[in-house]
Every structure is written in C-alpha cells, then in structure tokens.
C-alpha cells in the first residue's frame, strides 16, 4: 500500500528566502511522485513529476524536487519565494503497474511574509 | 482543450435535499475520479472510474453516495439524502491512464463547494 506523509501543515517564510516543503512516502514498488498546488478557490494543478531518470526533478514557477530511495523522500524546494507562492501544496504518490491512483498527502500551506 | 469542467461552482441545499454535482473530464482522457475535500480529512478519493466503468469505489463514504459515468464526457456525483456533514468541496480530477503505468498527472477541475443547512 502506498502513503504519503508531509511534515507541517504550515510553513512560514519571507519573501525571498528559500521554500522547503517536505515529502516523505511509503511504497511497496518504485514509485510515481508528483507536487500539485492549489490556489484560493482553485483545483488543484501539477507543479512537477518524478516518474524515471533523474532523480532532480524541476517543475513551474521555479519549483524543483529531488528523489531520495534512500530517505524516501521527495522534498520541494524553490530558491526564492514570491508573494504569489502563498498556496496549498500537495504530495502525492503512485505505483506503477498498480492501481495508479493517486494517494495525496494532508497538505501544506505556505505563508509568504513581505 | 477547456480542463475538466464543474458544475454547479457552488451550491447550497438545505438538509433531506437531493443534490447532483457534474463533471466533464478532458476529452481523450480514460481515467476519472471524484474527491472530497475537508479541512479535517484533506484530500479524499471516492470514487475512481476507468474508461466510464467504476473500479474502486471504496471512499464512497456511505449509501447516501452514488456516481456515474454513463459516458466518457460526463458523470455525475449524488447525495440523497444530504446532511450537513457532507459539506465540503468536491472535485472532479481525469487523466489519460497509460495501462496501469500511474505516470500521468491528474488533471483536476475547480470544484464544487457544497454547503448543507
């Protein structure tokens, strides 16, 4: 069975400074892992996908995530964070061969501080 | 291509009513699934359809709770009878499922932001 857990509902940071969202997750075969975010009033949109190859993965608006097997891990990261990346983020993780359901994380909403 | 499409934005029903929530997933798309979205629980999937026949309706939280799909453009989400626990916001999400592979990103649909009084 596969899971997803990401630690902090909230994250604060101020405009600028580097964004980390974490991801950690469980899953009996290698798996698909993708960040989605949703805007106020939004659906939710894919920022980025791990699938195969390389292990970095960058996605829209400066977003980048890298997967660990090691930590079972698939953190967010953004160098700089805008005003406008105030939002919910979402890991979510899928089994190849499987279901192929997506199993979404609790979500993170990320504060930005002017 | 318009995205998945929702419909009604929101809706407001008061408690015994029946109510319908509609989606038009993305044409070419054989993979569609409904969530349930809350503050308590996050992100919930309900129901999960492929190529219009249902899979895994194991979210589907009760009885009160059926869906369709009668064709590959279009499928409907029912409450009846809605009780004010069911308010939430619901979202419709397809993908071009690739044979199990799991690789291709849902696309999801703006929602519909049910309140039950």
């Known amino acids: 069975a596969q899971s997803v857990t990401q630690l902090g509902s909230h994250v604060s940071v101020s405009e600028g400074a580097l964004v980390l969202l974490r991801c950690n997750y469980s899953s009996s075969v290698p798996p698909y892992l993708f960040w989605y975010v949703q805007y106020p009033n939004q659906g939710l949109q894919l920022l980025l996908k791990?699938?195969?190859?390389?292990?970095l993965v960058k996605g829209i608006n400066g977003f980048e995530a890298e997967f660990k097997k090691s930590e079972t891990s698939f953190h967010l990261t953004k160098p700089s964070a805008h005003m406008s990346d105030a939002a919910e983020y979402f890991c979510?993780?899928?089994?190849?061969?499987?279901?192929?359901?997506?199993?979404f994380g609790r979500g993170t909403s990320l504060i930005v501080h002017p | 291509d318009a995205g998945v499409i929702q419909s009604p934005r929101h809706e407001v029903t008061e408690m015994g009513q029946e109510v319908t929530l509609r989606c038009k997933p993305i044409?070419?798309?054989?993979?569609l699934f409904w969530y349930r979205q809350t503050m308590m629980r996050g992100l919930e999937l309900l129901i999960y359809?492929?190529?219009?026949?249902?899979?895994?309706d194991s979210g589907m939280p009760e009885d009160r709770f059926s869906a369709k799909m009668p064709n590959a453009s279009f499928s409907t989400l029912k409450i009846q009878p809605s009780e004010p626990r069911d308010s939430a916001v619901y979202f419709c999400?397809?993908?071009?499922?690739?044979?199990?592979?799991?690789?291709?990103?849902?696309?999801f649909g703006q929602g519909t932001r049910l309140t039950v009084v």
């Open positions: 791990y699938t195969t190859g390389a292990t």
């Open positions: 999400a397809s993908s071009l499922g690739s044979g199990g592979l799991g690789d291709t990103e849902a696309f």
């Open positions: 979510a993780v899928s089994e190849p061969g499987g279901s192929y359901i997506p199993t």
């Open positions: 044409s070419g798309h054989n993979s």
């Open positions: 359809f492929n190529n219009n026949v249902p899979i895994d």
